[in-house]
């Protein structure tokens, strides 16, 4: 199924979703990487805020090439997941509904997706020049020290993905698998 879905994600429209839709979503998406989850763990455990609202939101495993002369962005294709796994099921416990990355999950992502009723999506590994077309706007607004991986807002118009786990642990690396 073909899906278009606007940020926040709501509830009922993560419920819908099932392994293997494909997606489009408009609206704003986070970009965090393992040294952006580092630091963002380490102020959680400070008892210090994140650098957004993590509620129903999606972080985008991506580091950015720079960007062209007239461009926002530049490519911005995505980075391995279980990079962030050791991460994630504190974030979604917190109140994150998605992600984007590439590949597989551990056991504990997949339990903490279902737990939160939540969805990991896929997007294509090296397209990241055609991805960036739909990237309206980027802007850092944490940790810049860390370059490519300081932790962005992006405004995002009909970025393709599909969903990999759904919010029951449905995931399509294993129904691929078994066929």
Known sequence: MEVKLTTPLKEEDIRELKSGDSIYITGVIYVARDAAHKRMQ?????????????????????????????????????????????????????????????GKRSREVKE??????????????????LLSKCIKESEVIAYEDLGAEAVRKLYVEDFPVIVVIDSDGTDLYEKVGKK
């Open 42 to 102: 380490e102020a959680l455990e400070r008892g210090e805020s994140l650098p957004f609202d993590i509620h129903n939101n999606i972080i985008y495993y991506m580091g950015p090439s720079p960007a062209r002369e007239g461009r926002v962005i530049g490519s911005a294709g995505p980075t391995t997941a279980t990079r962030m796994d050791k991460y994630t099921p504190q974030l979604l416990d917190l109140g994150l509904k998605g992600m984007i990355g590439k």
């Open 112 to 129: 903490a997706i279902v737990r939160n009723k939540a969805v990991y999506f896929a997007a294509i590994g090296g397209a990241g020049a």
